[in-house]
């Protein structure tokens, strides 16, 4: 799903933000990455989102190379792509139905269909009784399930989320967690990164470390 072939990222001004670096992640596998603040975890999430682009080497996802990729083609790309973040970014003054709907209309989708997928991912969630509510109204642990159920409307091959735990305390982010894996279940290639290590350590998935840009070990999480 997710091939990395000696990929490197250099911002103007700066240091490598990712060196080299070389991974692997099989189609229906859920792996973490670990590491730092400013290892390289963000950014190399944001290679595989095409949000940007590596100065070298090669990303392959879903067999396409990301480096020849237009912008004409990207929606298209996205589209089979589910994205999270730590801040949400929902819109506040739309409803909760309207946040998750967004991805859909923007799609062309029917009304119906709209209607459908929108309750589909709000009751994977837990959520469908606050499809009428705004995301000021909600707790944390809640707006995250908003955007995860935002993430999963279009039904993507792959889900990437950035830190998706960290402004939650531990019980809320097993809660989280245990979406991911939900969905892992059931074929979604699933990529996160995070500093949770006694959450993932908790996990039997495969852990990515970075240092200074570069992948320094790989393993997996030895389960109690």
């Known amino acids: 799903m997710i091939l990395f072939d000696q990929v490197s990222k250099r911002y103007e001004g700066a240091n490598e933000a990712l060196s080299q670096v070389n991974f692997h992640l099989n189609p229906g596998e859920m792996a973490f990455l670990t590491g730092h603040s400013g290892a390289g975890k963000s950014t190399l999430l944001k290679l595989v989102a095409l949000i940007e682009r590596a100065s070298t080497g090669n990303v392959i996802v879903g067999g396409k190379n990301l480096n020849k990729i237009n912008r004409h ?9 589910g994205i999270i973040f730590q801040d949400y970014q929902l819109l506040y003054d ?21 209607k459908n997928r929108v309750h589909a991912a709000l009751d994977k969630v837990g959520l469908l009784r606050f499809e009428k509510k705004y995301p000021l109204t909600l707790s944390g642990g809640e707006q995250q399930r908003v955007s995860i159920a935002r993430a999963v409307v279009n039904k993507p091959a792959l889900l ?65």
Do not use: C, W
Not at 73 to 81: A, D, E, G, V
Not at 94 to 114: C, K, Q
């Open 73 to 81: 083609t990207l929606p298209y790309m996205r589209r089979n792509m």
């Open 94 to 114: 739309r409803t909760v139905y309207d946040n998750v709907a967004l991805p859909l209309i923007i799609s062309g989708f029917s009304a119906r269909e709209v």
């Open 160 to 224: 990437l989320a950035d830190e998706p735990t960290g402004n939650l305390d531990p019980d809320l982010s097993y809660e989280i967690m245990k979406l991911f894996l939900a969905f892992n279940q059931v074929g979604v290639t699933v990529l996160i990164a995070t500093h949770d290590i006694p959450l993932i350590n908790k996990l039997d998935k495969r852990i990515i470390h970075l240092e200074q840009g570069r992948i320094s070990h790989t393993a997996r999480a030895q389960t109690a």
